[in-house]
Each structure stands twice: as structure tokens, then as C-alpha cells.
Nanobody
């Protein structure tokens, strides 16, 4: 019903930048919050940043001042600009969206397939 397709991951040196994108498509009526999570090897998945349909944002303390989340509601797309990357930012990054689909009245969580971000020291 809904697909989230991520792009923009890769390998970068410490101090560098990457921009992740995630486009939602399918039988979408509306999207509430969209966000990025990450999971490093041996660790639990954690919230990196989230943004509501109105533009309110929330960041993990570890990325405040370095990462910026934004979205284009017309394109059902969320972005994550990552600057001053550190080796500890290395993880698989997952896109998440709270979506109401055609025929439903409730928001449901959807996830992307994940994109690898590797920061070398």
C-alpha cells in the first residue's frame, strides 16, 4: 500500500556531509510525522530526528546542531542533512512515516528498507 524509498547513504570521512532522502508513495491520504531512525551493529534502533506535517522538529541530543530534518509535503518526501559527521554516526538509517491510506481512518507506521551510512575516522 505504501512504499518508502530511501537514498543518499554512503561512505564519508569524518567531518564530511551526506544528505538522505526518503520518498513515500502509494495509496496515501495523508502523512503525519516523518522521521529518521538509525541502528548501529549490536545496538537498538534509535530516533535521530522527526518532523510533523506542520514543520515542528525533534532531534536526538547526539545530532543537535549537526543534522537538519526537512520535508516537502507536496512530494511526500523527507530529508536529513547530516553535517560534521562522526564515526559514531555509522549505522543503517531508516525512514519512518505515519500514514493514513485510502480506505482507512487511522495512522499506521511504515518503514523504508534502510540505507547504510559509514563514517571513517
Amino acid at each position: 500500500q505504501v512504499q518508502l524509498v530511501e537514498s543518499g547513504g554512503g561512505l564519508v570521512q569524518a567531518g564530511g556531509s551526506l544528505r538522505l532522502s526518503c520518498a513515500a508513495s502509494g495509496s496515501i491520504v495523508s502523512i503525519n510525522a516523518m522521521g529518521w531512525y538509525r541502528q548501529a551493529p549490536g545496538k537498538q534502533r534509535e530516533l535521530v530526528a522527526a518532523i510533523t506535517s506542520g514543520g515542528s522538529t525533534n532531534y536526538a541530543d547526539s545530532v543537535k546542531g549537526r543534522f537538519t530534518i526537512s520535508r516537502d509535503n507536496a512530494k511526500n518526501t523527507v530529508y536529513l542533512q547530516m553535517n560534521s559527521l562522526k564515526p559514531e554516526d555509522t549505522a543503517v538509517y531508516y525512514c519512518n512515516a505515519e500514514v493514513v491510506v485510502v480506505g482507512s481512518y487511522y495512522f499506521k507506521d511504515y518503514w523504508g528498507q534502510g540505507t547504510q551510512v559509514t563514517v571513517s575516522s
